[in-house]
Nanobody, 119 residues
Framework: QVQLVESGGGLVQAGGSLRLSCVVS????????LGWFRQAPGKEREFVAR????????YYADSVKGRLTISKDNAKNTVYLQMNSLKPEDTAVYFC????????????WGQGTQVTVSS
């Protein structure tokens, strides 16, 4: 069973930065495609970024392109989301997700970490 545990959320002023981490256990990262999603109050969960199993390919939601960067460290079994130039509309609970292939449904989810951006 794959387990994901996020950390790194918090309160930051607009324009600031945060780095989220997600430690993955149960499988090595090279066997998993990984992603980040977020859910703001009263809204549906939305896609933020993903990285392929090989790590060679990344993809971002238009709303975060140029500001957020997904990366992974296979040796640490950790996936990161570097968040720069944060905006109040980035306020949400951020979730890490994993799946067995670079396509299809996301199989595993973390419990989420809160990010709050003040104006």
């Amino acid at each position: 069973q794959v387990q994901l545990v996020e950390s790194g959320g918090g309160l930051v002023q607009a324009g600031g930065s945060l780095r989220l981490s997600c430690v993955v256990s149960g499988r090595t990262l090279s066997r998993l495609a990984l992603g980040w999603f977020r859910q703001a109050p009263g809204k549906e969960r939305e896609f933020v970024a993903r990285i392929s199993r090989s790590g060679s390919s990344t993809y971002y939601a238009d709303s975060v392109k140029g500001r957020l960067t997904i990366s992974k460290d296979n040796a640490k079994n950790t996936v990161y989301l570097q968040m720069n130039s944060l905006k109040p509309e980035d306020t949400a609970v951020y979730f890490c997700a994993a799946r067995w292939s670079d396509v299809n449904s996301w199989n595993f989810w973390g419990q989420g970490t809160q990010v709050t951006v003040s104006s």
